[in-house]
C-alpha cells in the first residue's frame, strides 16, 4: 500500500469535504501522467468527478493514451480560485490535487455509462444530442478512469485564518 506524504502546512488544508466539493463543480484541471522516455507530460483536460472517481474521454491513440498504457500511476489537479494579491505579493488560490491509478475502460456497459456522466455534465438535457454522439463516434472514443487514492485540497493562508474567524464568530 501506498503512503502518501501529509501536507506540511495543516492549517491551509481543506476538508475532504470541501476539496470533493471543488471537483464536483469545476470543469477542467491538469492531468499529469509519465510519458515518452519518463518525461513527465501534463495536460489540461476536462473531466467529471463520481463516488471517487475522476472519468475523461479521449481519442482512441496519442501521448496520453500511450503513457497511461504504460504506467498506470496518475495525478490531477484543478485550481477553484486563483485572485492575485499584488499588494502583498501573493495569490488567495484554492486548490485540489489527486492521486490515483488511471485505466483506460475496457467494459462497453461502464464505458456508456461514463459517456453518460459526462454528457450530463457538459450538455445537461440534451437526450438527442447525447444519442447522436453515441451513434456516431462511440466506438471511435475512449472513456478513461481515475480512480482516486488520495487527495489534498489547499487553500491560501488567508483564506483560512478569515474561514476561522468567521467559525469563531458563529
Known amino acids: ?6 501536507m506540511r502546512r495543516k492549517r491551509q488544508l481543506l476538508s475532504e469535504e470541501e476539496s470533493i466539493e471543488i471537483l464536483r463543480h469545476a470543469t477542467s484541471g491538469t ?13 489540461p ?3 467529471v468527478y463520481h463516488e471517487g472517481h475522476l472519468y475523461f474521454h479521449s481519442a482512441m491513440a496519442g501521448h496520453k493514451v500511450d503513457a497511461i498504457r504504460h504506467y498506470e500511476k496518475a495525478s490531477f489537479s ?10 502583498h505579493f501573493t495569490t ?6 489527486c492521486f ?10 461502464e464505458k456508456m455509462n461514463t459517456l453518460r456522466l459526462l454528457a450530463e455534465r457538459y450538455s ?3 437526450e438527442a444530442g447525447f444519442q447522436h454522439e453515441v451513434e456516431k463516434g462511440f466506438n471511435h472514443m475512449l472513456m ?27
Open 144 to 170: 478513461i478512469r481515475l480512480d482516486i487514492e488520495h487527495l489534498t485540497g489547499k487553500e491560501a493562508i488567508e483564506l483560512a485564518k478569515a474561514k476561522q474567524k468567521e467559525n469563531e464568530e458563529r
Open 31 to 43: 492531468l499529469a501522467l509519465l510519458g515518452d522516455e519518463g518525461y513527465p507530460y501534463s495536460l
Open 78 to 87: 484543478v485550481i477553484d480560485r486563483d485572485e492575485i494579491i499584488p499588494e
Open 1 to 6: 500500500m501506498t503512503t502518501f506524504r501529509e
Open 100 to 109: 490515483g491509478k488511471i485505466h483506460i475502460i475496457d467494459n462497453e456497459e
Open 45 to 47: 483536460i476536462s473531466f
Open 92 to 97: 488567495h488560490f484554492r486548490s485540489v490535487i
Open 124 to 126: 445537461p438535457n440534451d
